[in-house]
């Protein structure tokens, strides 16, 4: 997805942009095009081998053509891509595009296998057999490895060396020496038979054939280009499935019709119908009926949602029951899938810390291996004094030092695990988050919409003798219905499911800053502040005093109740904690870290929550004003602490960002989710937990993958340089060392969340 969006003030304007690059063979041609745009004035870019994409921030001096420019002088393309299209469904009938890669490949393929046989197996030499191979190997070769001799020839007018250039001036050199032995030496002889060997043996140089070491590496080198690809397209399917999800067309109401239109005809303020089974198109709110909705493939939750009139639903999340009018609230690019993706794909742009360094070492790799080499044939040349051995050992280094596994360490990782993370409601902003999560020690949980539901409820119902609930609840519920009082509406709400249908107040008034009264059933009743009752010489009896007094101790809102003269009742109020909460803060204690509580509540009833998850009192921070959220959080990090903010309002953004890794609750208002650097789809404090425990498995999968490919680098090379390596050998390590990484990379995808 393209974007070129202002990023801060005018007079130091700064655009960003991504760009599609094409050309780029492996990390080291990455590395080359972010040196040479880095180089650009006001200029920041990362280049990512595995997406093939460049995401650039530059100022007003420079344009995206000087961008594209750049890139192309280079030696490589560059054009704005278009918005990613879904994926084809099932029933399209158009045929798969060509792969010209596998065609390479499996011609390639059917040419080398008889040329490797001939030449590792004297039984199958017939007279001549070499003629027959030499006609076999030159098009594998020319055809085969032509997008190595074309790249490697490119970087060489631009100054350059990659991978490429190792590939084909080991192929090359290998068919070169053949050809001089079949025409100017004695290998063309009839009668001659080759022996082949694991480590560069001796052997007279005149006769020494390397036809299969050029057929066998070009086609073990497509071959692990061709499942690189493959990979890389798998390990990005999750971003895919995020585009596919969203519904195709919508069914809009115009004049009480419904018109069916594609999904990109819908603007803001339109109304659709959506029946069971349909995806909801876009977000929107519902106007009519209601239904449950089963958002588990943009939340990970598997229990469906209800909801009605009011309430607000998300595009591409499924209606599983009645039928549904929702009116438009954002379209396109402002959808809550859209933004989602989006964050995905920036995420997977992005670099690790790690694999900069990776990337500097590719960089500089490919010169330092080409002086190995010919350090290695002039080595062996001065203490053998046999050709043959000296070139097979300077071919071998040649061959197996490519840094491929170094360029796809990091973002095949991180597309992986960016988009298992997306399937499971956890969106991961960048790689820099990754090595945050490795060193947070203290979490700090905001209260309100957190750990709590942030909804005021019933949780307690305190009679006077010879009254019952059943009584106290028809009619105080009754009452509260009549009032938009976040804690009238509790008390209303907990009657009607419990009860059913309530029955009718008359002579409803609101006494301001104390309570509501009215006429129920005939009774006179009052609900509110203890003072209200007492106004009207209903005073509370002892046994309701004492559950007022224990209430409000606790931090919870005692509702006084009383009808026909006499205090009847107390009811407590409060906002519930979250079912999950205690199980979210015991799972963040086991990942090694220290829970916060912080709130603007008072202590009684910060303490009291706390007390339920699980959190000690003396962690804490109550009474804090929503300006003073920074300051807390400041004050842990003066301590020495590395913190972790979880929070869901406009008052937690500034301490999100202030905090070394924010998390969003996804539930919450845009602002917080901006500032986070994880977003939590469901509102559950348990995806926290999980959220760090896939960003520290991702990172962990990246260390272990920079650690075998370096490992392997450093190993293998001395190996080719002793001549205890053949090339064809060499080619296969090499080609496989990548596959290693990007499979490595792929066991993200069974990370479990309730692991």
């Avoid at 591409?316 to 989006?342: H, K, P, Q, S, Y």
């Avoid at 500032?675 to 991702?698: E, F, H, K, N, P």
């Amino acid at each position: 997805m393209s974007t070129t969006t202002p990023a801060t003030t005018p007079e130091t304007r700064r655009d960003s942009v991504e760009l599609s690059i094409g050309g780029m063979t492996c990390a080291s041609c990455a590395a080359r095009i972010e040196k040479k745009l880095n180089r650009l004035d006001g200029v920041t870019a990362t280049v990512n081998y595995a997406t093939e994409k460049a995401r650039v921030e530059y100022g007003p001096e420079v344009s995206v053509a000087d961008l594209i420019a750049t890139v192309e002088k280079t030696g490589y393309t560059a054009e704005l891509p278009p918005p990613p299209a879904p994926l084809e469904t099932p029933e399209s009938n158009e045929p798969a595009p060509a792969d010209p890669l596998r065609e390479r490949l499996l011609i390639s393929a059917a040419l080398t296998v008889p040329v490797v046989l001939l030449s590792m197996v004297p039984a199958l030499q017939f007279d001549n057999w070499q003629w027959l191979a030499f006609a076999l190997t030159g098009p594998v070769v020319v055809y085969g490895g032509l997008p190595f001799h074309r790249a490697a020839w490119t970087n060489l007018k631009h100054g350059a060396a990659t991978m490429d250039t190792l590939v084909s001036l080991g192929t090359l050199a290998a068919f070169g020496w053949s050809v001089w032995a079949l025409f100017l030496g004695h290998a063309g002889m009839t009668g001659m038979r080759h022996e082949f060997s694991l480590t560069a043996a001796a052997g007279a140089a005149s006769s020494a054939l390397y036809l299969e070491t050029a057929a066998a590496v070009t086609t073990l080198i497509l071959l692990g280009r061709w499942l690189e690809a493959r990979s890389k397209r798998r390990a990005g399917a999750a971003l895919h499935a995020l585009l596919d999800l969203g519904a195709k067309d919508v069914a809009v109401l115009r004049e009480g019709r419904e018109v069916r239109l594609p999904v990109a005809a819908l603007a803001p303020g339109m109304r659709f119908v959506v029946r069971p089974g349909e995806k909801i198109a876009t977000d929107g709110t519902v106007v009519e009926g209601s239904s449950a909705v089963d958002a588990s493939m943009l939340t990970g939750e598997a229990v469906p949602v209800e909801v009605t009139v009011g309430d607000q639903v998300t595009g591409a999340t499924v209606n599983a029951g009645g039928r549904l009018v929702v009116e438009a609230t954002r379209v396109g690019a402002d959808t809550r899938l859209a933004r989602m993706t989006e964050l995905v794909e920036q995420a997977q742009n992005g670099k690790a810390a790690a694999q900069r360094l990776a990337d500097r070492i590719s960089a500089v790799f490919v010169p330092v291996v080409i002086l190995i080499a010919l350090g290695t044939l002039v080595g062996w040349l001065l203490t053998s004094g046999n050709p043959a051995e000296a070139f097979t050992a300077a071919v071998a280094v040649l061959i197996i030092a490519c840094p491929c596994a170094l360029g796809l360490a990091t973002p095949t990782a991180l597309m992986v695990g960016t988009g298992r993370g997306a399937q499971l409601g956890i969106l991961i902003k960048g790689p820099e988050v990754l090595e945050t999560t490795r060193r947070v020690d203290t979490v700090v949980l905001d209260k309100t919409g957190t750990v709590t539901t942030g909804r005021m409820s019933l949780t307690a119902v305190h009679t006077a003798e010879g009254v019952t609930e059943e009584e106290v609840l028809r009619l105080a519920g009754a009452l509260e219905h009549a009032s938009e009082h976040p804690i009238a509406a509790a008390v209303a709400s907990a009657a009607a499911e419990r009860l059913g249908e309530l029955p009718p107040v008359e002579g409803f008034r609101t006494v301001p800053g104390r309570g509501v009264q009215g006429t129920v059933d005939g009774h006179t009743v009052v609900a509110g502040r203890e003072l209200l009752l007492a106004d009207r010489a209903q005073h509370l009896p002892p046994v309701l005093a004492a559950a007022r007094a224990a209430a409000e101790a606790a931090g919870r809102t005692a509702v006084s109740v009383g009808w026909d003269g006499a205090a009847r009742a107390v009811l407590v109020v409060s906002d519930t904690v979250r079912p999950t909460s205690a199980e979210a803060v015991a799972q963040l204690r086991g990942l090694g870290l220290r829970p916060v509580l912080l709130t603007g509540d008072n202590r009684a009833a910060a303490e009291a929550v706390a007390a339920e998850v699980g959190i000690a009192p003396e962690d804490v921070i109550a009474e804090v004003l929503p300006e003073d959220k920074v300051a807390a959080v400041r004050r842990l990090q003066a301590e020495g602490r590395s913190v972790a903010m979880v929070g869901d309002g406009v008052n937690d953004a500034a301490a999100l960002a202030q905090a070394d890794l924010g998390l969003a609750m996804g539930t919450g208002t845009d602002a917080a989710i901006e500032a986070g650097d994880l977003t939590l789809v469901r509102g559950d404090l348990r995806s926290a937990a999980d959220a760090i425990r896939l960003a520290r498995r991702t990172l962990a999968t990246i260390r272990g993958n920079l650690f075998w490919a370096f490992a392997y680098n450093v190993a293998a090379v001395p190996l080719a340089a002793a001549g205890l390596l053949n090339p064809v050998v060499a080619g296969a390590a090499m080609a496989f060392s990548s596959v290693f990484v990007v499979t490595n990379s792929l066991r993200l995808r069974s990370f479990d969340a309730s692991a």
